[in-house]
């Protein structure tokens, strides 16, 4: 996701080969800005960037770490708006959240995924259909909360977004839900009725906060658009669609600086887990090549059953993993959304991935291969691996569409990847691991960069 910028960053650091070299540091300043501009970041935010990592780096002595240190400083701040950071809940429920944007930016996909994001973190979550601009927007909305199973409001019948957003807020409080998410319409560009349109909604309802969904694709038009509607209808946090699609990704440093207003979450994929919260100092963490642990534990705790995780733990170190347990730990694995947010999260990992990234969980090949074995499969052989014998197998294979060489090879990897899951969990096994991801850490990881202390 920030691979491009991480990679400009590694570029100009490795400008600088000795101490106190002032032509060198130029040279890192100079490849900095262009890498900076090349990656679709403000020019302003640029200049301001670049000059305050040049009188850091050279108030602190020049060479590798201190330009480093002072990258670090200076992007952190950068992306340091004023305002709340994530999702805030009211002290009274339930939080009401109005959900405005361009259309075409995301917006109605980017409420289903808040809602889904809320959901994982065990709160009751109702979203409003007040999109009554676009034809498609309210069934769309419809099978995005079937999808991910939250309670939606819509009146099929009701011509008024205001009266919608009234009698869906008049629900939440009455059910007692946590968090009301109103989906507005939006229009090609912005005008005069869109505007008055929200005004109104926001009057009616008061709500806790204004989120507007920019399209990362949009590039400087994105901060451009969040500036104006900041100004007509007054906006508490951005978030950014289609990150994922931004090749370039510099809208995302400048976006909050020019804008004024916090960037809060960022869509990284298609699927409804693809939202990640914005956090500065997580993100920078990320941009310097180091990743983001504590991000990638959240949102591991979010969708992990720690009971459940247990249980197959203590199989494992038994060696009795089996069929089902793969199936349950592959749902799980799907709510994390695509490997690539997780991969960019993991010290080390983010440039040399490769493929990995690309995994995706629920409708690779390879996954629908190893489903349509399993669901070939007697309850007793998915509990019991052990009892596939060669009649067996040409049974599955036949009624999973595969053949005897494919069957056997995913078998083959199952019980390879038992075997070191086992080998992993025993005493000494993870300590192993552990000490592997320190080191390539400490070296900043394949491609990596070292971060000073």
């Known amino acids: 996701m920030f691979d491009s910028i991480s990679g400009s960053i590694k570029s100009a650091v490795n400008k600088i080969r000795h101490k106190d070299d002032a032509a060198s540091l130029k040279k890192a300043t100079t490849e900095l800005r262009k890498s900076l501009l090349k990656s679709d970041v403000h020019h302003k935010t640029t200049k301001e960037l670049v000059t305050a990592v040049e009188l850091e780096t050279k108030k602190n002595g020049i060479g590798q770490d201190s330009f480093l240190k002072a990258l670090q400083n200076e992007l952190t701040n950068i992306l340091t708006t004023e305002g709340n950071q994530?999702?805030?809940?009211?002290?009274?429920?339930?939080?009401?959240?109005?959900?405005?944007?361009?259309?075409?930016?995301?917006?109605?996909?980017?409420?289903?995924?808040?809602?889904?994001?809320?959901?994982?973190?065990?709160?009751?979550?109702?979203?409003?259909?007040?999109d009554l601009q676009r034809l498609a927007a309210v069934e769309q909305l419809k099978?995005?909360?079937?999808?991910?199973?939250?309670?939606?409001?819509?009146?099929?019948?009701?011509?008024?977004?205001?009266?919608?957003?009234?009698?869906?807020?008049?629900?939440?409080?009455?059910?007692?839900?946590?968090?009301?998410?109103?989906?507005?319409?939006?229009?090609?560009?912005?005008?005069?009725?869109?505007?008055?349109?929200?005004?109104?909604?926001?009057?009616?309802?008061?709500?806790?906060?204004?989120?507007?969904?920019?399209?990362?694709?949009?590039?400087h038009d994105a901060t451009k658009t969040a500036s104006t509607f900041k100004e007509k209808i007054g906006i508490d946090g951005v978030i950014l669609s289609k990150y994922d699609g931004d090749t370039k990704g510099g809208v995302a440093i400048s976006l909050s600086h020019q804008v004024g207003v916090p960037l809060r979450f960022i869509g990284i994929g298609e699927k409804m887990p693809d939202l990640e919260v914005f956090i500065p100092d997580r993100i920078v963490s990320r941009l310097m090549g180091a990743?983001?642990?504590?991000?990638?534990?959240?949102?591991?705790?979010?969708?992990?059953?720690?009971?459940?995780?247990?249980?197959?733990?203590?199989?494992?170190?038994?060696?009795?993993?089996?069929f089902n347990d793969f199936l349950e730990q592959l749902s799980m694995m799907s709510k994390l959304g695509s490997m690539k947010s997780i991969i960019g999260m993991i010290p080390g990992l983010s440039q040399m991935a490769g493929p990995i990234k690309d995994m995706d969980f629920e409708n690779s090949d390879e996954i629908k291969r190893i489903k349509a074995l399993i669901g070939?499969?007697?309850p007793k052989e998915r509990e019991t691996p052990s009892l596939l014998n060669p009649s067996r197998k040409r049974r599955i294979a036949s009624g999973s569409g595969l053949s005897e060489m494919q069957v056997n090879k995913i078998l083959k990897q199952f019980k390879n990847a038992s075997k070191m899951a086992k080998k992993l969990s025993s005493k000494g096994g993870m300590k192993g691991l552990q000490n592997m991801m320190k080191q390539m850490q400490g070296a900043g990881g394949p491609g990596g960069l070292k971060l000073p202390k």
């Open 86 to 130: 994530g999702f805030v809940f009211s002290s009274t429920p339930p939080t009401t959240i109005l959900m405005t944007g361009l259309q075409g930016s995301g917006k109605t996909t980017t409420t289903g995924k808040l809602a889904n994001y809320l959901k994982l973190r065990k709160k009751k979550v109702l979203v409003a259909a007040c």
């Open 291 to 322: 990743g983001d642990i504590e991000g990638l534990a959240e949102k591991t705790a979010a969708v992990i059953d720690e009971k459940k995780a247990k249980e197959v733990s203590k199989k494992i170190k038994k060696g009795e993993f089996n």
């Open 376 to 378: 070939s499969m007697t």
């Open 143 to 219: 099978q995005i909360a079937a999808q991910i199973e939250v309670d939606i409001y819509f009146d099929d019948e009701a011509k008024d977004p205001v009266e919608i957003a009234l009698a869906a807020k008049e629900k939440a409080k009455k059910d007692l839900y946590d968090v009301l998410l109103i989906d507005t319409a939006g229009r090609l560009a912005i005008d005069e009725e869109l505007m008055q349109q929200l005004h109104d909604v926001k009057e009616a309802i008061n709500p806790n906060e204004i989120f507007y969904v920019a399209d990362s694709l949009t590039g």
